[in-house]
């Protein structure tokens, strides 16, 4: 098993020449998927140099884990967030925030792991879905399109549309999802035990709730807030963050290879200064990125 080198970056900061040399699998990884990211260079001896552009997180490789923190420190980037994103129980004065001995990584985690305990001291959302299955017996209503197709020679089967109350809805499982990916995303343990177990621990709970596979950063802009899921939307928020700069793809799952947390801090701060304006009043043009 190879040796996992750790690599500091700063967001923009100067380019790092790596202890051992990127394997290949790595350097075409970093050309291709990661190049948003990073930039890769090399010495005049033949070295690997990276330096980090204007994204800031976790980068994991097959012999390498590489962190680029923000330019500024934990404090500002929370406060930064919490305007950019409208979070609320964010407290930029709390010590873990003013300091550089916590990987902003996994503060923004345990904000994730706060607001999960909210949503279950509420009472988890449910709701009517409209669903399909391949049934039995007879429920809502039968379609024959489907039924013909899955059914023939099959005369136990009926394949049914119909409504059911559940809990398997789509803001509970755009929570699953980000669970699974900061789970299973990396093979490499990338935060702290207590934190992995406490992200073990939620997605056993959700338990009832299925993984979004495909068009997950869209599903974010299906979901309509009510007085009934209202409490979800500061914790979705945080999701989509999470996921914004990696779609889910559940066969790389546990690979060595191609699994990131990145923030891109210029849109970020975008979204930072859009918001301020906002609140001041002030009339403005802001448009959100696309996706």
Known sequence: VPEIDYVYLEEQGPSIKLKNKLADDEIKICEDEFSSYLTLSYSKDGEHCVKATHYAGIL???????????????????????????LPNIDPKKQYLATEKYDFWEILVEIFLGHLNIIFQRNLYSDYVE????????????????HILQNFNRPDKIYCRFTEFTRNVLENRLIKTTLYKLIFGSQYNIFPPEMKERLNDFYRKFNFADVISANLL???????????NYRYEPILKICEFLLREQALDLEKTGSKL???????MDTLFEQFIGNMLERKNFDILYHKPKQ
């Open 60 to 86: 994991v490789l097959s012999n390498h884990v590489i962190k680029i923190k923000p330019k500024i420190n934990n404090a500002n980037f929370f406060g930064m967030l919490k305007y950019a994103l409208k």
């Open 131 to 146: 669903t399909e299955d391949n049934l039995n017996f007879v429920r809502g209503k039968i379609d024959f399109t489907q």
């Open 218 to 228: 869209q599903s974010f802009n299906l979901i309509t807030y009510t007085q009934l």
């Open 258 to 264: 191609g699994f990131q947390l990145m923030v891109n």
